[in-house]
């Protein structure tokens, strides 16, 4: 496989967990890049349902190397608890199949706090994280005050370095009103998370530059989504992270001449989970999705919110991350509708946006312009080839990823492996 990123080019939730591990089959190496467990990667295998949230989905498949980079920010008890849940479903991970970069920052115990102080402390402006410490760390890292994974497994270091962090942390959750944390409790959690982390340590930017040389296939499978991209998505609502193509780089050491292709991964509609800016969000077909049972958050269980294709966002998506290939999903969430509607503009008065606006106050003022298309009203879910879309599905298809601006390669219609149509 040509080195391939995989990106959302939505809010996150496109699917991706769903499209890496069919891509899977055809590479070596899948990499995690940014982002931590406020990740939830949906993968079905059969009946089986997987949510990964720091292993890269890639685990699912036998004999590829899955990697935790170094971009990503990683909360050892959250991925012990991970490995718990995959062994008991008999998914054998060992320190052959994943590796964990030695430089990736630790998520621990006071930075989810402080999330949660400085989200409570937001009141009505929270931006609706999802708890799991990740700002915060990030910050930490940003400020070079972090803990990091090669000082995580190393006793005397680990028990220096978090007494300092514990001090300093815990005045800053005084200032918010919040509980102070333990230094022992968090020391013999973390201690105890180290050792069964231990054997998957290692230089990843090392493994990975012998893989490229040797011309192993990766795949980046990127987390979160365009718009939560920490410099390109609707700050301040967005995560820590450069969730974007350009978060594979410095997120795990490979440099960008040898990046060969990037996939954009796109529901046939828009969702997104948190607060923020949603332009085409619409209770219709909200309720008819949440009313299929569809449409609720994977790590925190929130319904997400719901909306028409955007392909302003989309556009705007293709340009910041360079999608060659479009990977739709859900597209069968649409099946029922008569009339489908799709974004193509943006309206503020007599002012009409192409693109999506930088200001999210603008964003918030923004009115989307829509074209109607057909509904095709007909189940989809058991098509396996193009030809056995309904024409009208297939229209639908092609002009949102020709609105998009780039090229369709995958639609998928349904959670499972054999659910997706290759173009
Ligand atoms: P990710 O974070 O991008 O990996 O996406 P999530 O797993 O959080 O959410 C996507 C949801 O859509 C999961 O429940 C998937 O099983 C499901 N899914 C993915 N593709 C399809 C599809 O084509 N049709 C249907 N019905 N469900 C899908
Ligand atoms: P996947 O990889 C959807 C959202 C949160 C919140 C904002 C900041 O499954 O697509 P954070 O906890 O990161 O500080 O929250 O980002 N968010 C996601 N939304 N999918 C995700 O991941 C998300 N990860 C974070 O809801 O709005
Ligand atoms: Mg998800």
Same mark, same amino acid.
């Given at each position: 496989?040509?080195?391939?990123? !995989?990106? #959302? +080019?939505?809010?996150?939730?496109? @699917? /991706? %967990? &769903? $499209?890496?591990?069919?891509?899977?089959?055809?590479?070596?190496?899948?990499?995690?890049?940014?982002?931590?467990?406020?990740?939830?990667?949906?993968?079905?295998?059969?009946?089986?349902?997987?949510?990964?949230?720091?292993?890269?989905?890639?685990?699912?498949?036998?004999?590829?190397?899955?990697?935790?980079?170094?971009?990503?920010?990683?909360?050892?008890?959250?991925?012990?608890?991970?490995?718990?849940?995959?062994?008991?479903?008999?998914?054998?991970?060992?320190?052959?199949?994943?590796?964990?970069?030695?430089?990736?920052?630790?998520?621990?115990?006071?930075?989810?706090? !402080?999330? #949660? +102080?400085?989200?409570?402390?937001? @009141? /009505? %402006? &929270? $931006?609706?994280?999802?708890?799991?410490?990740?700002?915060?760390?990030?910050?930490?890292?940003?400020?070079?005050?972090?803990?990091?994974?090669?000082?995580?497994?190393?006793?005397?270091?680990?028990?220096?370095?978090?007494?300092?962090?514990?001090?300093?942390?815990?005045?800053?959750?005084?200032?918010?009103?919040?509980?102070?944390?333990?230094?022992?409790?968090?020391?013999?959690?973390?201690?105890?998370?180290?050792?069964?982390?231990?054997?998957?340590?290692?230089?990843?930017?090392?493994?990975?530059?012998?893989?490229?040389?040797?011309?192993?296939?990766?795949?980046?499978?990127?987390?979160?989504?365009?718009?939560?991209?920490?410099?390109? %998505?609707?700050?301040?609502?967005?995560?820590?992270?450069?969730?974007?193509?350009?978060?594979?780089?410095?997120?795990?050491?490979?440099?960008?001449?040898?990046?060969?292709?990037?996939?954009?991964?796109?529901?046939?509609?828009?969702?997104?989970?948190?607060?923020?800016?949603?332009?085409?969000?619409?209770?219709?077909?909200?309720?008819?999705?949440?009313?299929?049972?569809?449409?609720?958050?994977?790590?925190?269980?929130?319904?997400?919110?719901?909306?028409?294709?955007?392909?302003?966002?989309?556009?705007?998506?293709?340009?910041?991350?360079?999608?060659?290939?479009?990977?739709?999903?859900?597209?069968?969430?649409?099946?029922?509708?008569?009339?489908?509607?799709?974004?193509?503009?943006?309206?503020?008065?007599?002012?009409?946006?192409?693109?999506?606006?930088?200001?999210?106050?603008?964003?918030?003022?923004?009115?989307?312009?829509?074209?109607?298309?057909?509904?095709?009203?007909?189940?989809?879910?058991?098509?396996?080839?193009?030809?056995?879309?309904?024409?009208?599905?297939?229209?639908?298809?092609?002009?949102?990823?020709?609105?998009?601006?780039?090229?369709?390669?995958?639609?998928?219609?349904?959670?499972?492996?054999?659910?997706?149509?290759?173009?």
């Amino acid at each position: 496989m040509a080195n391939t990123i !995989l990106v #959302g +080019a939505q809010w996150g939730d496109e @699917g /991706k %967990g &769903k $499209i890496i591990d069919v891509l899977t089959e055809a590479a070596d190496i899948v990499v995690r890049y940014a982002g931590g467990n406020n990740a939830g990667h949906t993968v079905f295998v059969g009946p089986q349902k997987y949510v990964l949230h720091l292993i890269p989905s890639g685990i699912l498949r036998k004999d590829k190397t899955c990697v935790i980079g170094n971009g990503v920010v990683l909360d050892p008890v959250g991925l012990v608890k991970e490995l718990d849940g995959l062994a008991k479903l008999g998914v054998a991970v060992t320190p052959e199949n994943l590796l964990i970069s030695e430089t990736a920052h630790v998520v621990l115990p006071y930075h989810r706090e !402080l999330d #949660g +102080a400085r989200e409570l402390a937001k @009141g /009505k %402006g &929270k $931006i609706g994280t999802t708890k799991r410490g990740i700002g915060p760390c990030y910050g930490d890292k940003a400020a070079r005050v972090g803990i990091r994974v090669m000082d995580l497994v190393s006793p005397d270091r680990f028990a220096a370095k978090l007494k300092l962090r514990v001090k300093d942390a815990n005045a800053h959750l005084k200032g918010l009103g919040a509980k102070p944390v333990s230094y022992k409790k968090i020391l013999a959690e973390y201690s105890a998370a180290a050792e069964v982390i231990r054997p998957h340590v290692t230089n990843t930017v090392r493994y990975l530059h012998d893989a490229t040389t040797a011309r192993r296939g990766i795949l980046f499978e990127g987390a979160q989504g365009t718009f939560l991209d920490l410099d390109h %998505g609707t700050y301040p609502y967005v995560t820590s992270s450069n969730t974007t193509a350009g978060g594979a780089c410095t997120g795990s050491g490979v440099p960008p001449h040898k990046m060969d292709k990037v996939v954009g991964v796109m529901k046939a509609y828009t969702t997104r989970v948190g607060e923020g800016p949603l332009p085409t969000e619409n209770a219709e077909i909200s309720d008819l999705l949440h009313g299929m049972g569809r449409e609720f958050g994977s790590t925190t269980g929130r319904a997400r919110r719901c909306g028409w294709f955007d392909a302003v966002a989309t556009r705007h998506a293709t340009m910041v991350n360079g999608i060659d290939e479009l990977a739709v999903t859900n597209l069968d969430g649409l099946d029922t509708l008569a009339t489908i509607k799709v974004c193509t503009g943006y309206r503020v008065g007599a002012v009409t946006f192409d693109h999506m606006p930088n200001d999210i106050e603008i964003l918030a003022l923004c009115e989307p312009v829509y074209e109607e298309r057909p509904g095709w009203q007909t189940d989809t879910s058991g098509a396996r080839k193009w030809k056995d879309l309904p024409a009208k599905a297939r229209d639908y298809l092609k002009f949102i990823a020709e609105q998009t601006g780039a090229k369709l390669t995958i639609a998928s219609i349904g959670p499972a492996r054999e659910q997706t149509i290759f173009l």
